[in-house]
């Protein structure tokens, strides 16, 4: 919408706003708004006691045809939240968590009103926009026609090109791997942004549009399990247990024992996490906040 939208929690809130509302384009959703507006819910607590309450929901989004609230929230704190306020939240038999009260207000409104719980966050997703950050900025260099119609006959020639070989083959053509990138973030290329993190680009397969996209050609590797990096996150390296100290997008400061604490690219760090030779380690103390 050309203006900046601001997201409290960095953990639930970001990656929703990423998935669902911004990037890539999503097309059903055609403006979103922070902290809209306050409703009054009533219902009764834990006692059998009916109390009104004031909420505000994160977000309110504006579709085609349809507009409602939504509140992202925590899964740890919505069972917390379910167990303090049983008529308040609840989870159906599918898995999704509601606020009866609140959707109740919002109906008489005619809007929708959903939770959106960090469970259904598309980490994968939400990495790799992150990962293509810069190229979705108005700034950024377009792609000369005739280099970008270079790159689209070698992708047409041999659909579900691995990434790594298009890098490869792009570098020939003596330009850089951004050019690649470039062309996915505008949709010039097809790559399934949900499958695989950019990172591995062995398993990262790109396609000239969705048409010719065919992931039943496709055989995979298991994907690695996901690290959300946030200060107070807790690595395993080989035999040693660090500490995230501090990041930023190029490096993340670790703290061990022995008065080792090294500082890393946050690129190797990845590269140590598809590996396999860093995992999680206990939960993360508190998060990173931008």
């Known amino acids: 919408m050309g203006r900046t939208i601001q997201s409290e929690s960095h953990r639930v809130e970001f990656p929703f706003v990423l998935s669902e509302c911004e990037f890539p384009k999503n097309d059903d959703v055609t403006e979103y708004w922070d902290q809209p507006t306050t409703l009054r819910l009533r219902y009764k607590n834990k006692n059998g006691r009916m109390v009104t309450v004031t909420h505000t929901p994160d977000f309110f989004l504006i579709h085609p045809g349809r507009a409602?609230?939504?509140?992202?929230k925590d899964e740890q704190t919505l069972l917390r939240l379910a167990n303090e306020q049983p008529n308040k939240f609840t989870v159906d038999s599918a898995g999704i968590w509601h606020c009866l009260p609140a959707e109740e207000e919002a109906a008489k409104y005619g809007f929708y009103y959903r939770v959106f719980c960090s469970s259904q966050i598309d980490r994968t997703l939400s990495?790799?926009?992150?990962?293509?950050?810069?190229f979705f900025r108005p700034n950024a260099p377009d792609v000369p026609d005739e280099v970008k119609n270079s790159i689209l006959r070698i992708v047409t020639a041999k659909e579900g090109l691995?990434?790594?070989?298009?890098?490869?083959l792009t570098a020939e053509l003596e330009e850089r791997a951004d050019t690649?990138?470039?062309l996915i973030a505008d949709g010039a290329l097809y790559v399934d942004l949900s499958a695989t993190a950019l990172v591995e680009r062995e398993q990262v397969y790109v396609y000239s549009t969705t048409e010719a996209f065919s992931p039943s050609e496709i055989v995979r590797?298991?994907?690695?399990?996901?690290?959300?990096?946030?200060?107070?996150?807790?690595?395993?390296?080989?035999?040693?247990?660090?500490?995230?100290?501090?990041?930023?997008h190029l490096n993340v400061w670790l703290i061990g024992d022995a008065?080792?604490?090294?500082?890393?690219?946050?690129?190797?760090v990845e590269q140590l996490i598809v590996k396999g030779e860093m995992s999680q380690g206990k939960a993360a103390k508190k998060t990173l906040t931008s």
Not at 68 to 72: H, I, N, P, T
Not at 127 to 134: A, G, H, S, T, Y
């Open 68 to 72: 409602g609230f939504v509140e992202c």
């Open 162 to 168: 691995r990434l790594s070989e298009l890098l490869s």
């Open 180 to 182: 690649v990138y470039k």
């Open 127 to 134: 990495r790799n926009i992150i990962f293509l950050e810069d």
């Open 259 to 268: 008065d080792y604490h090294p500082t890393l690219s946050r690129k190797y």
């Open 221 to 248: 590797l298991p994907k690695p399990k996901f690290i959300e990096f946030c200060i107070g996150e807790r690595l395993q390296w080989g035999d040693r247990v660090f500490e995230i100290a501090n990041l930023d």
